[in-house]
Nanobody
């Protein structure tokens, strides 16, 4: 299984970024792909996840209304559109895969990609 996140960068507060995660190397009927983040000195936390089977989604309360998760199955790519970014969104963002339903607990995920750094600062 391979997952690769990209699209991070430096953005001013209130700005937007779109992260991408390409994935390959597995054949599963039911799986969930999620976005997680880890800020310096903090534990990794779930941001959002989406099920491939029915498109159901989950969001952390801190990002609801600002972030949108989506996927392009034909391209094996997951996206995270991040709007109205805040300094507290600064973190390394990771994508990860699990079998089963949507969830935001990092311990539920089996395969992880390398992260991409998002810095929100003026």
């Amino acid at each position: 299984v391979q997952l690769q996140a990209s699209g991070g960068g430096l953005v001013q507060p209130g700005g937007s970024l779109r992260l991408s995660c390409t994935h390959s190397g597995f054949i599963l009927d039911y799986y969930t792909i999620g976005w997680f983040r880890q800020a310096p000195g903090k534990e990794r936390e779930g941001v959002s996840s989406i099920s491939n089977s029915n498109g159901s989604t989950a969001y952390a309360d801190s990002v609801k209304g600002r972030f949108t998760i989506s996927r392009d199955s034909a391209k094996n790519t997951l996206y995270l559109q991040m709007n109205s970014l805040k300094p507290e969104d600064t973190a390394v963002y990771y994508c990860a895969l699990r079998t089963g339903v949507v969830g935001l607990g990092p311990y539920e995920y089996d395969a992880w990609g390398q992260g991409t750094l998002v810095t929100v600062s003026s």
